[in-house]
């Protein structure tokens, strides 16, 4: 469920040749007519993926699971700003309460196959 455009491993270019950091955006991010300038340290992409770096965003700072998590995906964060949706405090709490569960899940089972037991 996260997303891997908003860490940098995405970008989607539409058919007039505006660069986005995924194909559902609406934040453009440059153009192919930029050429490679869209890589370098102050551009709007460069930003967009720094910003998400664990210890960059404020809404995530202190969170258990930022660094894997990167605030989410980009278009839960251009919606909840534009529609000032809570959504995305919702989506928060449910991606720490599911990421908790499945490590309980998958170091239980590690723990009774350790012990010799079945999974």
Do not use: W
């Amino acid at each position: 469920t996260f997303c891997k455009a908003v860490k940098g491993r995405n970008l989607s270019v539409n058919p007039e040749g505006r660069i986005f950091i995924c194909g559902h955006t609406t934040t453009p991010l440059g153009s192919l007519e930029d050429g490679e300038a869209i890589l370098e340290p102050e551009s709007p992409y460069v930003k967009l993926v720094e910003s998400r770096l664990p210890g960059n965003d404020p809404l995530c700072i202190g969170c258990e699971i930022e660094g894997v998590c990167a605030g989410q995906c980009q278009i839960t964060r251009e919606v909840a700003q534009a529609t000032g949706n809570a959504r995305d405090s919702f989506l928060c709490r449910f991606y720490r309460l599911a990421t908790r569960r499945l490590l309980e899940d998958k170091l239980g089972k590690e723990l009774t196959v350790e012990k010799g037991g079945d999974p």
